[in-house]
């Protein structure tokens, strides 16, 4: 059966769902509603949203409502919407944190289905210019469906993953806890350490390629991230007492010239590093590394595209990880299993291109 969809909030996330919506199966119509006038303008030009209208319109016409606003603006679309919903209506969002959303949709009117949602992905470009059809590929999308029927949950399921997203249930308590380590924490990691700079010109001139990478994340969105942090500050709270801590262990390591003790705290990050498994499986996309040494010659990644592709390797992700203009450089392919993988590490040897699997 397909659904009319009411995307809220046509930004980034919004207007990437509405891109990546548009030509599935499962999808009759899309309406969008954001306060910004630009943003939804744009979503009706590039073909994100079907149509612009008033938002008590679209909520009475929609089968499925995605919140994708930032969160401490929802008390208040749920007011706004829930005298126009009908029943069986699926409510969910995009939301980086979930127990006090899923603490909202239990005043959601009987036989209207709140159930939360956590797409694993993003970008520092912020608003509908950053919006991608394939941001949500090969993406981890979280689900918190508390005690909504299997139906519904399954039915909302089906529409998220014809967006090539791969759906994971959890509870909401463990959802929050989970990103305050993986998420919460290593942005609030990379704010602390640009600020260390101060902005010194000299200090980020010297800025290599490891330092870009760690903090890549603190260029994102500060307003949104201000509502994800308050939002989620319990887990957040308890996990940056336990972060300090462990940073005050290598201070003191340090300070004292405990070489033992220092080796032993390296030693145990790099264990527990290496521990990630080389096929991301889980809460990561599934795919194995292949690193080749090309060189810096235009067009060259689209060779290694149809020397694959000719074999139908599929590259299901891509990653320059270091260049040299003019000489050459080092690129990271990701292809779907550990067969393509040697098969295609074989391959671009066999043309002369320098390849491993990682």
Same mark, same amino acid.
């Given at each position: ?76 679309? *749920?007011?706004?919407? @829930? ?5 069986? !209506?699926? =409510?969910? +969002?995009?939301?980086?944190?979930? /127990?006090? #959303? ?53 039915? *909302?399921?089906?529409? @998220? ?5 791969? !759906?994971? =249930?959890? +509870?909401?308590?463990?959802?929050? /806890?989970? #990103? ?179």
């Amino acid at each position: 059966m397909k659904s009319d969809i009411l995307i809220i909030g046509t930004g980034l996330i919004g207007g990437s769902l509405g891109l990546a919506l548009k030509d599935s199966p499962l999808v009759n119509h899309i309406y969008g509603h954001d306060p910004n006038q630009a943003y939804l303008k744009t979503a009706l030009e590039i073909g994100a949203i079907d149509e612009i209208t008033t938002l008590a319109f679209a909520a009475s016409q929609a089968d499925i409502i995605f919140i994708c606003s930032p969160l401490s603006f929802y008390k208040q679309i *749920l007011n706004e919407i @829930i005298p126009f919903l009908r029943p069986n !209506t699926i =409510i969910t +969002d995009v939301g980086s944190t979930k /127990e006090k #959303v899923m603490d909202l949709f239990v005043d959601l009117p009987e036989n209207v289905w709140g159930i939360g949602g956590h797409p694993m992905a993003g970008s520092e470009i912020q608003g509908i210019s950053g919006a991608d059809q394939y941001l949500f590929e090969n993406a981890v999308y979280l689900i918190t469906p508390g005690k909504v029927p299997a139906k519904q949950v399954d039915r *909302l399921m089906a529409l @998220i993953e014809s967006t090539g997203a791969k !759906t994971k =249930i959890l +509870d909401a308590k463990i959802h929050d /806890e989970m #990103v305050a380590i993986v998420s919460h924490i290593p942005h609030l990691s990379a704010v602390a350490l640009v600020n260390l700079t101060e902005g010194d010109s000299e200090h980020l001139s010297m800025a290599a390629g490891g330092f870009r990478d760690t903090t890549r994340i603190a260029s994102s969105n500060p307003e949104l991230w201000e509502d994800i942090l308050l939002f989620n500050q319990t887990y957040i709270l308890k996990q940056l007492d336990e972060f300090a801590a462990k940073l005050e262990g290598i201070r003191d390591s340090i300070k004292a010239g405990d070489s033992a003790k220092l080796l032993g705290i390296l030693y145990q990050a790099k264990d527990i590093r290496d521990k990630i498994p080389q096929a991301r499986k889980g809460l990561i996309p599934s795919y194995h590394d292949v690193v080749c040494i090309v060189p810096d010659k235009p067009g060259i990644i689209g060779k290694l595209g149809r020397i694959l592709g000719e074999k139908d390797i599929n590259i299901v992700d891509i990653e320059i990880l270091r260049v040299r203009e003019g000489d050459g450089g080092t690129i990271r392919l990701g292809v779907p299993n550990a067969i393509h993988a040697r098969q295609a590490a074989d391959l671009l040897l066999n043309y002369g291109i320098k390849a491993w699997v990682r």
